[in-house]
């Protein structure tokens, strides 16, 4: 009768156990169901979690800033854009062997009229082949159309693993608010926008505010 107890005891515990495993385990494979594409841009690589199978990329390139627009191969619609300027380098700096210099990375936003812009500004040091992010300098939201609108309550959160880095990541959410009326037409009107996803409610008189609360992520390698 001991021996029964104690064998009901043991099983009891095994299948406890498992059934707790096998969720954590389950979720673990959830949380690695999105492939990453890695992009390159100017001198850092961005990452997106489309899969590179379902993507096209549209590079343009200028004297100081390359831009990325990532579109549906099948239906053409623009996912995501990123872009990377650079700053004029000091001629003492290209007579050194190793320098250290800056460059501004961006990823847009566009929400029917509105376009955002979610920037982070490194400082960065190559000597050779060799190349690192020293330290992030500067992150901010930045309105980027015109129009009766503004953003509102930006939050922004980047980091580096270690300082320097070969990496960096930027993560921002913000609020686009949006001043209309009832007669206004166009992109601005309250239906237009609402076919976006803001949300519209009245002030006072014929004042209409619509929001919209977006957000953005950035990941960057040198290699």
Same mark, same amino acid.
């Given at each position: 009768?001991?021996?029964?107890?104690?064998?009901s005891?043991?099983?009891?515990?095994?299948?406890?156990?498992?059934?707790?495993?096998?969720?954590?385990?389950?979720?673990?494979?959830?949380?690695?169901?999105h492939?990453?594409?890695?992009?390159?841009?100017?001198?850092?690589?961005?990452y997106?979690?489309?899969?590179?199978?379902?993507?096209?990329?549209?590079?343009?390139?200028?004297?100081?800033?390359?831009?990325?627009?990532?579109?549906?191969?099948?239906?053409?619609?623009i996912?995501e854009?990123?872009?990377?300027?650079?700053?004029?380098?000091?001629?003492?700096?290209?007579?050194?062997?190793g320098?250290?210099?800056?460059?501004?990375?961006?990823?847009?936003?566009?929400?029917?009229?509105?376009?955002?812009?979610?920037?982070?500004?490194?400082?960065?040091?190559k000597?050779?082949?060799?190349?690192?992010?020293?330290?992030?300098?500067?992150s901010?939201?930045?309105?980027?159309?015109?129009?009766?609108?503004?953003?509102?309550?930006?939050?922004?959160?980047?980091?580096?693993? @270690? %300082?320097? &880095? #070969?990496s960096?990541?930027?993560?921002? *959410? /913000?609020?686009?608010? !949006?001043? @209309? %009326?009832? &007669? #206004?037409?166009?992109?601005?009107?309250? *239906? /237009?926008?609402?076919? !976006?996803?803001?949300?519209? &409610?009245?002030s006072?008189?014929?004042?209409?505010?619509a929001?919209?609360g977006?957000?953005?992520?950035?990941?960057?390698?040198?290699y």
């Amino acid at each position: 009768m001991k021996y029964r107890k104690l064998l009901s005891t043991v099983l009891a515990v095994v299948l406890a156990v498992t059934a707790g495993c096998f969720p954590a385990i389950a979720n673990a494979k959830e949380t690695n169901t999105h492939p990453q594409t890695k992009i390159k841009l100017d001198d850092l690589y961005v990452y997106t979690n489309y899969d590179s199978k379902d993507i096209s990329i549209e590079r343009q390139e200028k004297s100081d800033e390359v831009i990325a627009t990532i579109k549906d191969k099948k239906t053409g619609k623009i996912l995501e854009i990123f872009g990377e300027k650079s700053e004029p380098l000091h001629s003492e700096a290209l007579r050194t062997d190793g320098y250290t210099y800056t460059h501004t990375l961006y990823k847009q936003v566009v929400k029917g009229p509105a376009k955002a812009g979610l920037y982070c500004v490194l400082e960065m040091y190559k000597n050779g082949s060799f190349g690192q992010i020293n330290r992030i300098k500067n992150s901010y939201w930045k309105a980027e159309s015109s129009g009766t609108w503004h953003l509102e309550d930006t939050q922004i959160d980047a980091n580096m693993p @270690t %300082t320097p &880095s #070969t990496s960096a990541t930027v993560y921002g *959410s /913000a609020n686009m608010v !949006v001043t @209309t %009326t009832s &007669s #206004t037409t166009g992109s601005f009107s309250i *239906s /237009a926008l609402e076919s !976006v996803g803001f949300s519209v &409610s009245q002030s006072t008189g014929s004042i209409w505010y619509a929001r919209l609360g977006i957000e953005a992520s950035m990941d960057y390698s040198i290699y």
